[in-house]
């Protein structure tokens, strides 16, 4: 396997992983409020169905990727929606979360460093993709 896809399935691995990791919080509210310091002792119903649908959506996004790392070039415009509205959307989520003064900042921290890692990486992936893509080597990349 040449080394640029390689690169390319690493990203879409680091999403796939990142996103199952993400989910648990969001299924298991304990963990939410140990990840993030809440001091908020009892999830209310709603709370619980809202966080549920996210859940949902991240495993789904997890499966997107995971589709997605067996044509990484190809199908390179889910690096892109990955970061734009995705990431970007979460990122402004936390910040207005950090914000809130529902969770301290510090709590923020590990993710907003994630953050800083994977959307630049996912932009460059992109970039490697659409420059192998344009160079006509997409047959190669199937192997």
């Known amino acids: 396997m040449n080394r640029r ?3 390319l399935k690493v990203c879409y691995y680091l999403g796939v992983l990142a996103d199952l990791l993400a989910t648990v919080p969001l299924v298991f509210p304990q963990v ?3 990840m993030f310091g809440l001091q908020q002792t009892v999830f209310v119903d709603d709370y619980l169905y809202l966080s549920r649908i996210a859940a ?3 495993l789904g996004w997890t499966f997107l990727l995971l589709w997605g790392s067996f044509k990484p070039v190809e199908r390179k415009a889910i690096l892109l929606l990955t970061v734009c509205p995705v990431l970007l959307g979460l990122v402004i989520a936390s910040v207005h979360f950090g914000l809130s003064g529902t969770a301290e900042i510090r709590y923020l921290i590990p993710l907003w460093t994630f953050y800083a890692f994977i959307i630049p990486l996912y932009i460059v992936a992109y970039s490697v993709a659409s420059k192998y893509f344009s160079r006509g080597s ?3 990349a199937e192997g």
């Open 138 to 140: 997409v047959g190669a």
């Open 56 to 58: 949902s959506l991240m």
């Open 32 to 34: 939410a409020k140990t």
């Open 5 to 7: 896809i390689r690169f």
